[in-house]
């Protein structure tokens, strides 16, 4: 009998432990942001925290993940290792239809994953990095896209994985009210396919949903309806001076002028496939698997919808955009494992390796080159500190260090969060101020 175990390449061995070692590098000397710098004030209960939240500001359950892992910078690599392992775990569970098994599994079909996400997503520094975009974005996304792939795959296999698990009622509960807490553009798109599909299920073949299914989606809508009536979504609309729960039509069509800028200016790579994408599915349909073709049309259309409830967003910006990102890339990757057959050469099996680690290599030097200037300034700021509180530094933050990979990995290079005002305060000023006691911050 033919031994199930397979050669496993050094070459790509190394590769991964270098992609995790960067991961983990980048997660520990990733700069200081935006709203990170809100994190300054120091450790604070994080329960009571997200209440205030839910309350005031993000209801989101990703909310209290991110104010934990961002007061702590050594929590910070522990959570970009995790998360950017179970992302990418469950992206190869998705394309592949199976796990991932010591000794079974190709490496370089989950090196392709992570090289492919990485071409094709030209903001993947803040999605894995910058902890209020991961926690409140990338993390939640895993559970939504995870239910997501769930009812695809019951509808078009007809296969109930949650069958196959010894999984208690109440631990399904749990998760589906965490998973209906995540994010309030992507769950009205999954609760709407499995309403969908169990409504063609049962017309076409006289079948009821999947008892587990069904109860995790009940939770499901349970956590989405907490989190659409928090008293915070109403505080978000009025901040941008909307009402609430309102559909203003001018502003929907000015977000899909915007969305549409969006993937020309940060997505061009993969904006530029998709428009390919129909015609090659078309022209190698009958090359693909019947089953397969539909998973591929089906992620496609979920992400197309993703679209349209991500235009109605008050707060318009490209993490906005990941989840229908990650439902586009996903029909692509099962689309090329079925048809590709140059994936399985040597030669570009050297340079997907090759591609990873200076990707990753390059990441981690423009993640400690920012780290670094952070730091400088931040001790000119404790320097002129003792002197005055009122501080004027000869330059501000630049996290500039190369112009494609920066937006590749940094969310901004920071050149405007100190300006030359004293009594007009930026966000970032406001928290420098608070947290250092000064009275003006500026440059000359």
Not at 72 to 80: K, Y
Not at 138 to 159: A, M, N, P, R
Not at 335 to 355: A, C, D, G, P, R
Not at 361 to 371: D, G, K, L
Request: glycine share 4%; proline share 3%.
């Amino acid at each position: 009998m033919k031994s199930s175990k397979m050669k496993i390449s050094f070459f790509d061995v190394f590769t991964l432990c270098m992609v995790f070692c960067c991961v983990l590098f980048c997660g520990f000397f990733y700069p200081v942001l935006r709203d990170q710098f809100y994190y300054l004030g120091g450790y604070t209960n994080p329960f009571v925290e997200y209440y205030h939240s839910y309350l005031e500001t993000n209801p989101r359950i990703g909310q209290f993940f991110s104010n934990l892992v961002g007061r702590n910078r050594w929590l910070q690599p522990i959570f970009a290792v995790m998360l950017f392992t179970s992302f990418f775990w469950l992206i190869y569970r998705v394309v592949f239809r199976r796990s991932i098994e010591f000794q079974k599994t190709p490496i370089r079909n989950f090196l392709g994953l992570i090289a492919g996400f990485v071409f094709l997503i030209n903001y993947f520094g803040e999605m894995f990095f910058y902890v209020p975009y991961s926690g409140n974005y990338t993390f939640t996304h895993i559970f939504s896209f995870g239910y997501l792939f769930l009812i695809i795959d019951e509808f078009v296999y007809q296969k109930a994985w949650l069958d196959e698990k010894e999984l208690a009622i109440w631990f399904l509960i749990l998760i589906g009210i965490f998973t209906g807490l995540g994010n309030e553009h992507t769950i009205p798109l999954v609760l709407a396919a499995f309403v969908l599909f169990s409504v063609v299920n049962y017309v076409k073949l006289r079948k009821l949903p999947n008892k587990k299914l069904l109860i995790l989606s009940i939770a499901v809508l349970f956590g989405y309806l907490l989190l659409f009536f928090a008293p915070a979504n109403s505080v978000r609309y009025h901040f941008v001076g909307e009402e609430p729960y309102s559909l203003n039509a001018a502003q929907y069509l000015e977000n899909w002028k915007m969305l549409f800028k969006m993937y020309y200016y940060y997505n061009f790579e993969l904006a530029s496939l998709l428009v390919l994408f129909p015609f090659l599915v078309f022209y190698f349909r009958k090359k693909i698997e019947k089953k397969e073709l539909h998973r591929i049309v089906l992620f496609s259309v979920a992400g197309i919808f993703g679209l349209f409830v991500d235009a109605y967003s008050p707060l318009f910006g490209t993490r906005v955009l990941f989840f229908s990102n990650i439902c586009f890339i996903t029909s692509i990757f099962i689309f090329f494992s079925q048809i590709i057959v140059f994936l399985k050469t040597k030669i570009f099996h050297f340079v997907l390796n090759i591609f990873l680690l200076m990707f990753f290599f390059f990441a981690a030097v423009v993640s400690f080159h920012a780290y670094r200037n952070y730091e400088m300034v931040t001790s000119q700021i404790e320097f002129q500190r003792k002197k005055s509180p009122d501080v004027v530094l000869e330059s501000g933050f630049n996290y500039r260090f190369s112009k494609y990979l920066d937006r590749k990995v940094l969310l901004e290079t920071g050149e405007n969060y100190i300006d030359c005002n004293p009594a007009k305060d930026t966000s970032v000023e406001r928290n420098l101020k608070r947290h250092y006691r000064l009275k003006t911050i500026s440059i000359k």
